[in-house]
């Protein structure tokens, strides 16, 4: 099959799943956009300009007159009327200035500004239903100029009485808020003073008290006070340390003389043990004597031979074996008969150890005895003082900590009262008039040139943007991946934009080379699968599929077959046009029955190339196809000619092609870049696989040059072997 010869993976001839690809439905991209645009830049730009054109011009001449802006600076200085703050940290710059614009912008200000006659007889005024408000929105207040420099502003057509307003704003923020602050101050100083000295008068006596206590305690210093406590912690715990020695070394004492009075109650039947004897028979001269002679005689005989085998039959050996025996006899002989006397001189031993061992232990229990009560009393009385201090530290501690908010609290009043004091003797008054109101007028030729230039420059950008997503919605193919990766289609063929010259000719060489490819596939499939007949078709009209399949059958008869090309765009032949041939007889007639075979085979310019034409269609002709009238006459094609090429009209205006397709062996989708749809081909090749028609791939058509020769390569390899495309 001719897909099959693809370099890529070969697709199986069912239906595509339900659901259809995500490329038919993916969102816009800045890429897709681009490309979208690409297609229809042209026209996309002209008309970008056109609308710009008119924008600009629209923009310049409709554009209202300027806003004319008056405006007053005022400078005031950040300072934080309440410096005492417990739980809010101190205004910041950013706050200040925030408080400042909310306070020139509120309603007591500007009803002030309202009570004024002079105002209100403004025409400005009087146009508002509710001036109060309009002055609100109206009025402008930031700190733009500078930090601590106010500026009231405010925009309109009458410059003068804009003036007048902006004057009367600020006299009346400068009477309702800054010159009340002087007030204000005035008696959070005096509420400060009273309040400070009814705190101080608290603190003193709480010192009194604190005082006291820590006379009681210790010391005044904390660090000193906590010094002598661990200093009697320590010396309790050297103490408990060494009662706790003292009372286990006397338990281990009396553990240890109830043991001897238990052995020297007993010591008269005590066994001796085997280690004390044999102790006392190895110190003995005799004892040494002869394990002298024993190991000696042993070492002789392991001296003699050198193989056990010989020592028993060596006479030497065997007498050396026999005094070793007897020595050994004699040595348990001599145990034997000194074990009594030594087991008693033993016994008598340890009973004067255990008599000096007991008295020693009582002596020593009866010292621990006395330390022990000696350090039981010392530990009790350290106890008892460390928790009095103890006590005392605490309550000590206790009291500063309960007085030093109250501290806190005194020092930052202090710091008030002293701030409010220095501000309201150095600053008469916070604020001064930078300037007084002034009508600002912009340049109207700069502003209408900028506005005229946005609106042309966003005019263009807008319709660029309407012509991209107008064409992305289209999904027009662009490039042969889009075919195979986004609807799963072979490419089985890649011709370029010369295609449309006349069928045969051999000026272009970037078309032979691409129809040429187009043939040796289908020769290939050909072979492998007796594919003689094909179906070129397309999605819509106008897609290339005449072109196509014309070339192909003009390729197929170039190189010595007998290739029969058969017009089945019934509806819109142009086929016939391209050998210069009149539409009829056909295979319109033929079908009714008013031909037969030899009328409508008719030979064409190139060598081994004929023509069935379309003929004249009318509705008994499509119904004759429905019937099944053209199956015989393909099936006697099949043995006249080698190969026959149906150029069949578009499959989704029209059934023909489903009719057709039935008959062929396999069809071929014609897809024309920058003018099929994917919906379109997707639609197409849906309704195709969806009626029995098998579809070997796709072919595009009106590849540009410079993707031509980057896909041409690929074009070479679609001619391997189907086996060795597999590998």
């Not at 705190?199 to 660090?223: A, F, I, Y």
Request: net charge neutral.
């Amino acid at each position: 099959m001719i897909h099959n010869v693809n370099m890529l993976p070969a697709p199986t001839f069912e239906p595509i799943e339900a659901s259809p690809p995500s490329v038919l439905s993916a969102p816009p991209n800045p890429l897709a956009l681009f490309r979208a645009l690409r297609r229809r830049w042209r026209m996309a730009v002209s008309v970008g300009a056109l609308c710009a054109v008119i924008a600009a011009l629209g923009a310049w001449f409709f554009t209202p007159p300027a806003r004319i802006t008056a405006r007053t600076l005022v400078r005031i200085p950040r300072n934080d009327p309440f410096l005492f703050k417990t739980s809010e940290p101190m205004m910041t710059l950013e706050n200040h200035q925030r408080n400042q614009v909310a306070m020139v912008k509120s309603r007591l200000v500007l009803n002030t500004v309202m009570k004024n006659e002079k105002i209100a007889r403004l025409a400005v005024i009087k146009e508002q239903s509710d001036p109060v408000t309009w002055l609100e929105r109206e009025v402008q207040a930031d700190f733009a100029t500078a930090p601590e420099v106010l500026r009231i502003a405010i925009s309109g057509q009458l410059g003068s009485e804009l003036v007048l307003i902006v004057d009367a704003i600020r006299k009346a923020y400068i009477e309702e808020i800054l010159d009340k602050e002087r007030v204000d101050r005035t008696n959070r100083l005096s509420m400060v003073r009273e309040f400070r000295e009814k705190k101080e008068g608290e603190l003193r006596l709480k010192k009194n008290d604190q005082r006291n206590l820590e006379r009681m305690s210790g010391g005044k210093d904390p660090g000193l006070r906590g010094m002598m406590l661990l200093f009697m912690t320590q010396q309790l715990n050297w103490r408990e340390r060494e009662l706790l020695q003292t009372q286990s070394e006397l338990r281990q004492k009396s553990t240890d003389l109830a043991a001897y009075k238990a052995v020297e109650k007993d010591l008269p039947i005590a066994p001796v043990s085997e280690m004390q004897i044999e102790d006392a028979f190895s110190k003995e001269p005799k004892v040494r004597d002869a394990r002298a002679n024993i190991a000696g005689l042993t070492s002789l005989y392991e001296g003699t031979v050198a193989n056990a085998a010989e020592k028993e039959k060596n006479p030497t050996a065997i007498k050396i074996q026999k005094d070793i025996t007897d020595a050994e006899d004699s040595l348990a002989a001599l145990r034997k008969k000194m074990a009594p006397a030594m087991i008693e001189d033993l016994r008598q031993r340890n009973r004067i150890d255990a008599d000096r061992a007991a008295q020693t232990l009582q002596a020593r229990i009866a010292s621990l005895q006395a330390q022990d009560k000696s350090l039981t009393a010392e530990v009790e009385e350290l106890r008892k003082t460390i928790q009095e201090r103890s006590d005392n530290v605490v309550k000590a501690d206790a009291g500063r900590e309960d007085m030093t908010p109250l501290e806190d609290m005194t020092r930052a009043m202090a710091r008030e009262q002293e701030a409010l004091t220095i501000e309201l003797e150095a600053t008469k008054s916070r604020y001064t008039v930078l300037e007084e109101g002034l009508a600002v007028k912009p340049k109207e030729g700069s502003r209408s040139f900028l506005i005229a230039g946005g609106a042309g420059l966003g005019a263009f950008v807008a319709t660029l943007l309407v012509f991209s997503l107008l064409e992305f919605r289209a999904r027009r193919v662009n490039s042969p991946d889009e075919v195979v990766f986004g609807l799963g289609l072979s490419i089985v063929g890649a011709i370029p934009a010369s295609a449309r010259v006349r069928p045969g000719d051999s000026g272009n060489q970037c078309l032979g080379e691409a129809v040429d490819t187009f043939r040796t596939m289908l020769l290939k499939a050909g072979e492998m699968e007796n594919i003689r007949v094909v179906m070129i078709t397309s999605a819509q009209s106008g897609e290339g599929k005449t072109s196509l399949s014309t070339h192909l059958a003009a390729s197929l008869a170039q190189v010595g077959y007998s290739t029969l090309l058969i017009d089945g765009d019934l509806r819109n032949p142009i086929a016939h046009q391209l050998f210069d041939m009149d539409r009829g007889p056909g295979l319109c007639d033929l079908l009714r029955g008013q031909a037969n075979e030899e009328q409508v085979i008719r030979p064409t310019g190139i060598a081994r190339l004929s023509m069935i034409s379309a003929g004249n269609w009318d509705s008994h002709a499509t119904q004759a196809l429905a019937q099944g009238g053209c199956r015989r006459l393909i099936e006697q094609l099949r043995t006249q000619f080698d190969y026959v090429i149906i150029d069949s009209s578009p499959v989704l205006p029209t059934v023909d092609p489903l009719l057709l397709g039935k008959l062929s062996d396999g069809a071929i989708i014609s897809v024309l870049r920058d003018v099929s749809r994917m919906p379109n081909v997707y639609a197409a090749y849906q309704r195709l696989t969806g009626a029995g028609v098998r579809v070997l791939g796709a072919a595009m058509n009106g590849v540009g040059g410079e993707e031509y020769d980057v896909y041409y390569p690929y074009m070479e390899r679609l001619s391997v072997p189907a086996a060795e495309a597999a590998v």
